[in-house]
């Protein structure tokens, strides 16, 4: 590959999901593998499938790792779980799949990676401002930029709103479970996306998840005043993501190491996503 190549990984609770991400394009440098989520799946199983899917690609030997979990992440340990074995609380996802590749690697929340993605590559490109990604599938999955830099850990999904657990009534899980007009479903969206509005007064609201692909079904129902797009990226969202943090992660510490940082290290002329503002450490944990 003579692309500039980082590789993503999507973690999930059925299946996981990974391929070589092109970093000037945000595409896929070759077809996407998937391999079923082993069960149990305590890190030691996922650590093997990680591995596997890494070595089923001829990847460049610098090609840095980026892991999308589905929990929250502080700086690259898993603080609790709810998709996958309770073993993984504790975890250094980092270090854990450093011990597995060999390579430098990060880990982030699934729903951050996905707005990582679009707002390097999709939806929110060169997108100033507040900006919100609101993934719609099993619950609601958020990521928050403030001028390009993340805020990590939002899950705004779980605020509550009329006495319930906001993606209990507004998930697209919801929809299919009570059998939900698109009619009744948009009303429980505008409920919770004018809450949220009214708390954080976004420039931008990106929605996604497998049912944006519908998006003309339900987002011209919404009546807010930042504007409401569809996600460009859908379901590679995650992968890209965490590929384009890995990379950034991976210049900064060829920077401390003293080498020269390579490209994709800034997003709107602002520092790497996830990092501090004198570029000295990224936020969501890494390990060279």
Same mark, same amino acid.
């Given at each position: 590959?003579?692309?500039?190549?980082?590789?993503?990984?999507?973690?999930?609770?059925?299946?996981?999901? $990974?391929?070589?991400?092109?970093?000037?394009? &945000?595409?896929?440098?070759? %077809?996407?593998?998937?391999?079923? /989520?082993?069960?149990?799946?305590?890190? @030691?199983?996922?650590?093997?499938?990680?591995? %596997?899917?890494?070595?089923?690609?001829?990847?460049?030997?610098? +090609?840095?790792? &980026?892991?999308?979990?589905?929990?929250?992440?502080?700086?690259?340990?898993?603080?609790?779980? !709810?998709?996958?074995?309770?073993?993984?609380?504790?975890?250094?996802?980092?270090?854990?799949?450093?011990?597995?590749?060999?390579?430098?690697?990060?880990?982030?929340?699934?729903?951050?990676?996905?707005?990582? &993605?679009?707002?390097? *590559?999709?939806?929110?490109? %060169? /997108?100033?401002?507040?900006?919100?990604?609101?993934?719609?599938?099993?619950?609601? $999955?958020?990521?928050?930029?403030?001028?390009?830099?993340?805020?990590?850990?939002?899950?705004?999904?779980?605020?509550?709103?009329?006495? *319930?657990?906001?993606?209990?009534?507004?998930?697209?899980?919801?929809?299919?479970?009570?059998?939900?007009?698109?009619? @009744?479903?948009?009303?429980?969206?505008?409920?919770?996306?004018?809450?949220?509005?009214?708390?954080?007064?976004?420039?931008?609201?990106?929605?996604?998840?497998?049912?944006?692909?519908?998006?003309?079904?339900?987002?011209?129902?919404?009546?807010?005043?930042?504007?409401?797009?569809? +996600?460009?990226?859908?379901?590679?969202? $995650?992968?890209?993501? +965490?590929?384009?943090?890995?990379?950034?992660?991976? !210049?900064?510490?060829?920077?401390? #190491?003293?080498?020269?940082?390579?490209?994709?290290?800034?997003?709107?002329?602002?520092? #790497?996503?996830?990092? +501090?503002?004198?570029?000295?450490?990224?936020?969501? $944990?890494?390990?060279?």
């Amino acid at each position: 590959m003579s692309k500039k190549i980082a590789f993503g990984i999507d973690i999930g609770g059925s299946g996981i999901k $990974g391929a070589p991400v092109d970093l000037a394009t &945000g595409e896929f440098a070759e %077809e996407r593998t998937r391999i079923p /989520t082993p069960d149990p799946s305590t890190p @030691e199983a996922v650590a093997a499938v990680l591995l %596997e899917l890494v070595d089923t690609y001829d990847l460049p030997a610098d +090609a840095p790792i &980026g892991v999308a979990f589905p929990g929250p992440i502080h700086h690259g340990t898993v603080r609790f779980i !709810a998709n996958l074995d309770a073993s993984w609380a504790g975890v250094d996802i980092p270090a854990l799949v450093h011990r597995a590749t060999g390579r430098h690697a990060i880990a982030v929340n699934d729903a951050d990676a996905a707005g990582i &993605g679009e707002l390097r *590559y999709g939806a929110a490109r %060169e /997108t100033d401002g507040v900006v919100l990604v609101s993934t719609l599938g099993t619950g609601i $999955g958020s990521a928050l930029f403030v001028d390009g830099a993340l805020l990590p850990n939002t899950e705004l999904g779980h605020l509550e709103i009329d006495g *319930y657990d906001a993606e209990k009534r507004a998930a697209e899980s919801a929809r299919e479970r009570e059998n939900l007009s698109w009619d @009744e479903w948009a009303e429980r969206l505008q409920r919770y996306f004018a809450v949220v509005e009214d708390l954080l007064s976004p420039d931008l609201i990106v929605v996604g998840g497998g049912v944006s692909k519908k998006h003309d079904k339900f987002l011209p129902k919404l009546h807010l005043r930042a504007p409401v797009v569809a +996600a460009q990226l859908r379901n590679a969202a $995650g992968i890209v993501g +965490a590929a384009a943090l890995a990379a950034d992660s991976a !210049a900064l510490a060829a920077l401390a #190491a003293g080498g020269t940082p390579t490209e994709g290290t800034a997003v709107n002329g602002s520092p #790497a996503l996830g990092t +501090a503002v004198d570029g000295t450490a990224p936020t969501v $944990g890494t390990v060279d």
